[in-house]
Nanobody, 128 residues
């Protein structure tokens, strides 16, 4: 059975950088868009970034200019690099995969239900 697993979270100082990884097992990642979502304490789930099968990326306005997604289909992995992290970026970050466009992955009302695969998340804390 397929799954995605996130890694790379941790404690970062404001202004710092972090790279999160999403590793897929049990299915061919090549055909899937991969998206990152986050949920801060007491807040709703938010779409962050997405990369489609050909490699085009879409970022939310909240991370525009600070987030870069990449994928390595041979390793069945995707990465999210975030720069200039701020305390407002503190959240649990989730990876999802689905055979949909990135516009759909980040734009549907129920973000989690729009994914075929969903990870357990990795915690990112931005604090001095």
């Amino acid at each position: 059975q397929g799954q995605v697993v996130e890694s790379g979270g941790g404690l970062v100082q404001p202004g710092g950088s972090l790279t999160l990884a999403c590793t897929a097992t049990g299915f061919r990642l090549n055909y899937y868009s991969i998206a990152w979502f986050r949920q801060a304490p007491g807040k709703e789930l938010e779409g962050v970034s997405c990369i489609d099968p050909p490699g085009s990326t879409t970022n939310a306005n909240s991370v525009q200019g600070r987030a870069t997604m990449s994928r390595d289909n041979a390793k069945a992995m995707a990465h999210l690099q975030m720069n200039n992290l701020q305390p407002s970026d503190t959240a649990r970050y989730f990876c999802g995969a689905a055979v949909v466009s990135c516009r759909q992955a980040l734009g549907v009302p129920d973000l989690k239900a729009g994914m075929d695969y969903w990870g357990k998340g990795t915690l990112v804390t931005v604090s001095s």
